[in-house]
C-alpha cells in the first residue's frame, strides 16, 4: 500500500515569515493529495489540494506543488500569521481511493 | 460551518460498556470513513464505507464495528470498552472518487 512521510514534525517560525512542509509518496498510482490543517479540538479541515495533472496551485498565502517523478510534495505558507498555527496532514490518494496520511507538522508562528 | 456531525464530543465510561459513537452527515455522501487519532498524531483508518450497505475495514485492526443502514449515519460501536480503546475518533465524508474528505470534529474517548 502507500506510504506517505511527512517532515518537518515541529515548526516554528517568526510571524511573517514563510513556513514550508514536506511529504513524499510512495505508490506512482497516487493522483490526488490534499493538505489539511487541525486545530486544537477540531477535526481536520482541507485547505489545498491538488492533483498529478498540475505542477503547482495557490491559493491567497497557501502553495502546494508537486513533483511526481520525485513523488514528493509540499505546502508552503508565506506571511504567516499567528492564526496559522496548527497541525498539518498531507495525504495522497489512488486508485483504491482511499486516503493515506502523514504523520502530522505542528507549526507555531511567533508573534 | 460543518455538515458532518459527531456525537458526543467526550465520553469517559468504564471499561466493559457498550459504546455507539454517531456520525452524521448531510451532504448526500456516499463515502464515510472512521479513523482513530492520538491527539495531534497521524491518522489510521478504521473503517470506511462506499454507501448504503457496504462496510469495510481499514488498515488499523480494530475491534469496533460500524453499520450503514441510511447514507447519512454511520455509527461506530464497541462491545465492551477497554482502556486500550482511549482515543480520538474522526469520521468523515466524501463524494465518490478522489475527492476532498469533510471532517467531524471527533468523539473524545476515554475508557477507565
Known amino acids: 500500500g502507500e506510504n506517505v512521510e511527512q517532515h518537518p514534525s515541529t515548526l516554528s517560525v517568526q510571524e511573517g515569515d514563510s513556513a514550508v512542509i514536506k511529504c513524499t509518496y510512495s505508490d506512482s498510482a497516487s493522483n490526488y493529495f490534499p493538505w489539511y490543517k487541525q486545530e486544537l479540538g477540531k477535526g481536520p479541515q482541507l485547505i489545498i489540494d491538488?492533483?498529478?495533472?498540475?505542477g503547482e496551485k495557490k491559493d491567497q498565502r497557501i502553495a502546494v506543488t508537486l513533483n511526481k517523478t520525485a513523488k514528493h510534495f509540499s505546502l508552503h505558507i508565506t506571511e504567516t500569521q499567528p492564526e496559522d498555527s496548527a497541525v498539518y496532514f498531507c495525504a495522497a490518494s489512488g486508485t483504491g481511493n482511499q486516503f493515506y496520511f502523514g504523520t502530522g507538522t505542528s507549526l507555531t508562528v511567533i508573534p | 460551518e460543518a455538515d458532518i456531525y459527531q456525537t458526543p464530543r467526550y465520553l469517559v465510561i468504564g471499561t466493559g460498556k457498550k459504546i455507539t459513537l454517531e456520525c452524521s452527515q448531510t451532504m448526500g455522501h456516499d463515502k464515510m470513513y472512521w479513523y482513530q487519532q492520538d491527539p495531534g498524531m497521524e491518522l489510521h483508518l478504521i473503517h470506511y464505507s462506499y454507501g448504503v450497505n457496504s462496510t469495510e475495514k481499514g488498515d488499523l485492526s480494530s475491534e469496533s464495528t460500524v453499520s450503514r443502514i441510511r447514507t447519512e449515519h454511520f455509527p461506530l460501536t464497541l462491545e465492551s470498552a477497554r482502556p486500550s480503546h482511549t482515543s480520538q475518533y474522526l469520521c468523515a465524508s466524501s463524494e465518490p472518487g478522489n475527492q476532498p474528505q469533510h471532517f467531524g470534529d471527533g468523539t473524545r474517548l476515554s475508557i477507565l
Open positions: 491538488i492533483r498529478s495533472n498540475v
